[in-house]
C-alpha cells in the first residue's frame, strides 16, 4: 500500500479559487475607483466565494428536501435570497 503525504490534505493555506486579478479589474471598473489595494481585492474574493458556497449549499438543500438528484436554476434562485440574509435579519445590499 502507498503512503502519501498527509500533511499536504490537511494544509491551511488558502486557495485561490477566484482570480484575484480579474477580482481588481472588475473592481477598477468602477468610475470613482483609481486604485485597488491588494488586501480588498482577496477579501472581495473571498466574501464571494462565502456566498457562492452558501448558495449552492442552499439550493443543495433544497434539492434533498424535494427528493430530486439534479439542482435547478430556481434552486440556486431561492439559494441566493437566503443567501443575501445577514444573521441579525438584514439584507445584504448589491
Same mark, same amino acid.
Do not use: C, W
Given at each position: 500500500?502507498?503512503?502519501?503525504? *498527509? +500533511?499536504? /490534505?490537511? $494544509?491551511?493555506?488558502?486557495?485561490?479559487?477566484?482570480?484575484?486579478?480579474? *477580482?481588481?479589474?472588475?473592481?477598477?471598473?468602477?468610475?470613482?475607483?483609481?486604485?485597488? &489595494?491588494?488586501?480588498?481585492?482577496?477579501?472581495?474574493?473571498?466574501?464571494? /466565494? #462565502?456566498? *457562492? /458556497? &452558501?448558495?449552492?449549499?442552499?439550493? #443543495? +438543500?433544497?434539492?434533498?428536501? /424535494?427528493?430530486?438528484?439534479?439542482i $435547478?436554476?430556481?434552486?440556486?434562485?431561492? %439559494?441566493?435570497?437566503?443567501?443575501?440574509?445577514?444573521?441579525?435579519? %438584514?439584507t445584504?445590499e448589491?
Amino acid at each position: 500500500m502507498a503512503t502519501h503525504d *498527509i +500533511q499536504a /490534505e490537511t $494544509s491551511h493555506a488558502p486557495v485561490e479559487v477566484l482570480p484575484l486579478n480579474r *477580482i481588481k479589474r472588475l473592481m477598477k471598473e468602477e468610475a470613482d475607483v483609481k486604485a485597488v &489595494a491588494a488586501d480588498a481585492s482577496y477579501a472581495a474574493a473571498r466574501a464571494t /466565494e #462565502f456566498l *457562492i /458556497e &452558501a448558495m449552492a449549499d442552499r439550493a #443543495f +438543500q433544497l434539492t434533498l428536501t /424535494e427528493n430530486r438528484d439534479t439542482i $435547478s436554476y430556481g434552486d440556486v434562485g431561492e %439559494g441566493k435570497d437566503e443567501a443575501m440574509h445577514t444573521p441579525n435579519g %438584514g439584507t445584504v445590499e448589491s
